[in-house]
């Protein structure tokens, strides 16, 4: 027998304490859904999403606010994907793009970049969304922007940083609903290095795994957040792409355009000190961010409770009724990061 | 290529390097990535990430998780189900 099979093994017939695992990036959820992980593991062993899908933690006034840009017929609103079918309080930037608005999906900055110095007579605004892993990014955009004298370019932020968020949720625990391990977000410890969970990990006794995203890696790292139950550790599997100090570089390049702010989360409300926003010598090129931290998703949608691991999307009355990848009441069913369309499109039921 | 998630970066080779982005081929694919963030030279493994790149990975790239599993492997099982609490 292999080493990986006895990993396997060990994970199928485990009958040890209870754990419940949360897997913090909804890249990790997509992975362990197409991976069919569930499946693999002890009815001891639980995985629960946490709140590491950018679209799905995004307040409805963020999203209304994209769509009142995207109404101004001198606007163009610029986003990668995902948060177009969103729904704000009454509509999503699909809708926007139904009734006449300009609204365009791009995979990179620097189309919006291309886009902007091509017509100068419309105010480019990119929908930036993120953790840590794109804070970097829109940094470097608006740095291009600067140096290649394109001033029709803007963001409306909702950026979002991890530790805050995490400790969140450590503090919401019950008895119910404990968390004895984290899978850490693979790609924000990329940029941020590994020891960013170190202070967490140290204070709540609870282990960190640095996981890289495929299904053998994420069944080694569960096997080692079973393995240090109760310790208060961080290890690194994901050595080849995540150093304990991160990219410094763009450490440097997010620090020169933003800093610290509170930040609403849906169905978490604001957490302080959980988002980035553009320091005040670049609030020229913020098209309205500050401010935006009215949550309010309604209609029997259950998001909130899904993102803090309170609940199982199966646990919502609309998941697989009424919310449906094609007819999205939330957030979580809309993104392919979400955990709801996750557990949709896999069958997963646990 | 799929939209903007939380952590989706993909890796790919750089084939040509540019004043401030390189063309990055992902198995066939080639994308302009933006290098502001890392500094690459032509025939680096690199991880792009909302088309920049994010993370240069280590010429000599391992089998990270086959190495995983051998360490692992230290343990034997029934060590493993001792320190679980059994």
Redesign the interface.
């Known amino acids: 027998m292999n080493s990986f099979d006895e990993i396997k093994n060990f994970l199928r017939e485990y009958d040890g304490p209870k754990v419940r695992l949360m897997e913090v990036c909804g890249t990790h959820t997509a992975s362990i859904a197409s991976n069919g992980i569930p499946s693999m593991l002890s009815d001891n062993i639980r995985l629960i999403s946490g709140p590491g899908c950018p679209v799905c933690v995004t307040v409805t006034a963020y999203i209304d606010k994209l769509v009142e840009l995207a109404m101004n017929p001198d606007n163009t609103i610029v986003s990668f994907g995902d948060l177009l079918r969103v729904r704000g309080s009454a509509k999503s930037l699909s809708d926007a793009k139904a009734e006449g608005a300009d609204v365009r999906m791009v995979y990179s900055p620097s189309q919006i970049l291309e886009m902007a110095a091509a017509d100068k007579t419309r105010t480019y605004i990119f929908a930036a969304v993120g953790f840590e892993t794109t804070a970097p990014v829109y940094a470097l955009l608006l740095e291009e922007a600067e140096r290649r004298n394109i001033s029709n370019v803007k963001l409306l932020t909702s950026l979002k940083t991890m530790p805050e968020v995490i400790r969140w949720v450590i503090g919401s625990r019950t008895d119910e609903t404990p968390i004895d391990g984290f899978l850490a977000p693979g790609h924000v410890c990329a940029v941020m290095g590994a020891d960013m969970f170190r202070d967490i990990a140290a204070e709540s006794s609870i282990p960190f795994m640095v996981s890289g995203f495929e299904g053998p890696q994420i069944l080694a790292s569960i096997y080692e957040l079973v393995k240090l139950r109760g310790k208060g550790v961080v290890e690194n599997l994901y050595q080849t792409v995540v150093t304990p100090e991160g990219n410094l570089k763009a450490q440097k390049m997010m620090d020169r355009y933003f800093e610290p702010c509170d930040a609403s989360w849906r169905g978490m409300g604001k957490i302080t000190g959980s988002g980035l926003i553009l320091r005040a010598q670049y609030r020229a090129r913020d098209a309205g961010s500050d401010g935006l931290d009215v949550d309010a998703a309604g209609n029997g949608c259950r998001c909130a409770s899904v993102l803090t691991g309170a609940i199982s999307p199966t646990g919502c009355p609309l998941f697989g009724k009424t919310c449906t990848p094609r007819d999205p009441h939330g957030a979580c069913m809309v993104s392919q990061e979400g955990s709801c369309y996750n557990w949709f499109i896999s069958g997963r039921t646990r | 290529?799929?939209?903007?998630?939380?952590?989706?970066?993909y890796p790919g080779t750089v084939i040509e390097v540019k004043n401030?982005?390189a063309i990055v081929d992902f198995t066939g694919t080639k994308?302009?990535?933006?290098t502001?963030?890392?500094d690459v030279k032509k025939g680096d493994r690199v991880?792009v990430?909302?088309?920049?790149v994010?993370?240069v990975?280590?010429e000599e790239?391992?089998d990270?998780?086959e190495e995983?599993?051998?360490e692992?492997?230290a343990?034997t099982?029934e060590d493993?189900?001792e320190?679980?609490?059994?």
């Open positions: 290529m799929k939209g903007m998630c939380m952590c989706v970066a401030h982005s994308v302009e990535a933006l502001g963030l890392e991880l990430h909302a088309g920049c994010i993370r990975m280590p790239e391992a990270e998780t995983i599993f051998r692992l492997a343990l099982v493993m189900k320190r679980s609490g059994r």
